[in-house]
């Protein structure tokens, strides 16, 4: 069965250093794959896209890897800001015969101490 | 630019009973999608619409849920009736193109459910 997995504890960083979160995926073909934040009380909102044939994308304080021979994506957080507090899910897409629908991740909560 | 409005926001209902929720998308977005959020997982799509017509609802429980976007605009949700097992978020999304693209989606605040 398909399943999408996503670090199982809750990360707990201090201000200033690196947040790595890991999404690991199976049984899954994936074309594109996105990365969404979650604040309590919140729809997900949406941060990156890396497509399969890219290696890495960057968005300011936001870097993303995609290696599809592991089936794995690396979502990276550098000087970590006590605002980056919040769920993170990845979310895969895979193309079907008539859409790109998202599967998502259950997301890892990410706390940065000041 | 507006984002995606839900409403209610919040919902109390006794198991057996039926409620229904309201979605306006981004204005000029042609899909709308229905997530079902349970605490500690990620969103689950229930369904999703290309302007009107229905793209995919192979998750949606169609005993007990329905979904209509009339008009290609604003949507409803309703479950009828209700379980204990679907107290959880409601989120409604929006896309901007057609439904084979790479699109981001927006989300509402979604309606939260609790079912007694």
């Known amino acids: 069965s398909q399943k999408i997995e996503q670090n199982s504890e809750a990360l707990n960083i201090q201000e200033g250093k690196t947040a790595t979160l890991t999404c690991n995926y199976t049984n899954y073909s994936p074309a594109y794959l996105q990365w969404y934040r979650q604040d309590p009380g919140r729809g997900p909102v949406f941060l990156l896209l890396?497509?399969?044939?890219?290696k890495e994308k960057r968005k300011e304080r936001l870097k993303v890897t995609f290696d599809t021979t592991l089936k794995q994506s690396l979502f990276h957080i550098t000087a970590s800001q006590p605002a980056d507090s919040a769920t993170y899910l990845c979310a895969l897409s895979s193309p079907s015969s008539n859409d790109y629908k998202l599967s998502f991740g259950a997301g890892t909560t990410v706390t940065v101490r000041a | 630019e507006a984002g995606v409005a839900q409403s209610p926001r919040y919902k109390i209902i006794e198991k057996r009973q039926s409620v229904a929720f309201w979605c306006n998308p981004i204005?000029?977005?042609?899909?709308l999608y229905w997530y079902q959020q349970i605490l500690g997982q990620g969103p689950k799509l229930l369904i999703q619409?290309?302007?009107?017509?229905?793209?995919?609802d192979s998750q949606l429980p169609k005993d007990r849920f329905s979904a209509e976007r009339l008009k290609g605009v604003d949507s409803t949700l309703k479950i009828q009736p209700a379980k204990l097992e679907d107290s959880a978020v409601y989120l409604c999304?929006?896309?901007?193109?057609?439904?084979?693209?790479?699109?981001?989606?927006?989300f509402g605040p979604g309606t939260r459910l609790t079912v007694l």
């Open positions: 619409f290309q302007n009107n017509g229905v793209v995919d």
């Open positions: 999304a929006s896309s901007g193109r057609r439904a084979n693209s790479y699109n981001e989606q927006f």
């Open positions: 204005s000029g977005h042609a899909t």
């Open positions: 890396i497509r399969e044939n890219e």
